[in-house]
């Protein structure tokens, strides 16, 4: 990276850009959720309101588009339901249009919602023990991931935790894959390189330390909202997987991309309680069949899925950058020790790196 960010970002304003929103989804998107919230509301918001006798629709909210893996998985775990419940329905929601996660998390947990895929930056609000598994390098890889996040044994006090005050249960993870940075202005080689840039991050407090450690200063910001926020100026740099910069097409405004891979995301399905425990035993079941179904058939959707992404961004202009490894380590290292401090969370990270051993 040659010119530090401060510089770059007063020379844009010097000559009068950048140029705001041509993208519009997001206006969209905003309208389209405050009018699906009044929607949901006036049906009276319970997650049986208006359902036939013997049937039951489960409405999903979900950030990503119809082409991200994640959207695929779940449908065909609503196909799953439909065949083989007494009528349970999965009405999925992509695109942000209830809302961004933490509005979604408050909408899941009235009632209003019930079930969707949220970010373990997220949950780490509701509860700091899902901290444990948001740490950079708590994982190895995905394998090891998806191993820990569905081991019962590992999980089970913390997916139950958020019942009592939330009446949330969490269900079971999705990978996020590793997320790295990506810049508008040029490739990032050190954490040096990220001097005065604004990194946009998820909303939580390890994210905001994990940009100031990869060399920035951090901007959480809403996933919907970066598009825009990129091609403003608003902020210099993001930092996620290839999938979701393919998917929301971040890499037309921030087409320099440097392999950080910093931490292995997590998502996670949540659940309203209530709508979980209303559910017969056998359609539970089948619920818990179509799940673990849903999540392996999304990991291997994940490695095909990143491929076409670096191959699809390249196509259009964007360049995958290797960096230097021990700097963006040594950095990130410290961040363990600050953020995994009570018993419980020591526990679960301890409990994590055991089975990658
Ligand atoms: C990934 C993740 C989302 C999350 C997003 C973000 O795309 O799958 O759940 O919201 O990153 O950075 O906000």
Redo the contacts with the bound molecule.
């Keep these: 990276m040659t010119e530090p960010f401060e510089r770059r970002r007063r020379e844009a304003t010097k000559d009068g850009k950048p140029t705001v929103s041509t993208h519009g989804r997001t206006c969209l998107v905003a309208a389209a959720a405050a009018a699906t919230t009044l929607a949901l509301a006036s049906c009276g918001g319970g997650a049986d309101a208006g359902d036939p006798p013997g049937e039951r629709t489960l409405r999903l909210a979900l950030?990503?588009s119809e082409e991200h893996p994640?959207f695929t998985a779940l449908d065909h775990f609503g196909d799953h339901l439909r065949e083989n419940t007494d009528g349970v329905e999965l009405d999925i929601y992509p695109n942000e249009t209830l809302g961004g996660?933490a509005e979604v998390l408050q909408l899941v947990s009235s009632g209003a919602v019930d079930m969707a895929?949220?970010?373990g930056?997220q949950l780490e609000n509701l509860n700091r023990d899902f901290i444990a598994f948001n740490a950079p390098r708590v994982f190895d890889d995905i394998e090891h991931q998806m191993d820990v996040v569905h081991d019962p044994e590992i999980t089970g006090d913390l997916y139950s935790s958020l019942d009592e005050n939330h009446d949330l249960t969490v269900v079971g993870g999705?990978t996020?894959g590793a997320?790295s940075v990506y810049t508008a202005d040029g490739p990032v080689e050190t954490p040096e390189d990220l001097a005065g840039a604004n990194i946009r991050?998820?909303e939580s407090p390890l994210n905001v330390a994990i940009a100031e450690a990869l060399g920035g200063s951090a901007a959480p910001m809403?996933?919907g909202e970066?598009y825009t926020g990129l091609q403003a100026g608003v902020v210099d740099a993001?930092?996620?997987?290839e999938?979701?910069y393919f998917t929301?097409r971040h890499y037309e405004v921030a087409p320099y991309w440097s392999y950080t891979e910093h931490l292995i995301?997590l998502?996670y399905l949540i659940i309203n309680s209530d709508a979980l425990d209303g559910l017969s035993e056998q359609d539970r079941a089948a619920f818990d069949e179509g799940w673990t179904a849903a999540y392996e058939e999304h990991a291997v959707l994940w490695a095909e899925a990143t491929q076409e992404a670096i191959e699809g961004a390249e196509a259009d202009g964007a360049e995958f950058h290797q960096v230097e490894e021990a700097p963006f380590a040594e950095a990130l290292d410290g961040l363990v020790d600050e953020f995994v401090v009570t018993e419980t969370q020591r526990e679960l990270y301890d409990a994590a790196r055991e089975a990658a051993e």
Excluded: K, T, W
């Design positions: 950030n990503q994640s996660q895929i949220v970010s930056a999705f996020q997320r991050v998820q809403v996933y970066l993001a930092e996620n997987n999938v979701s929301q995301g998502d």
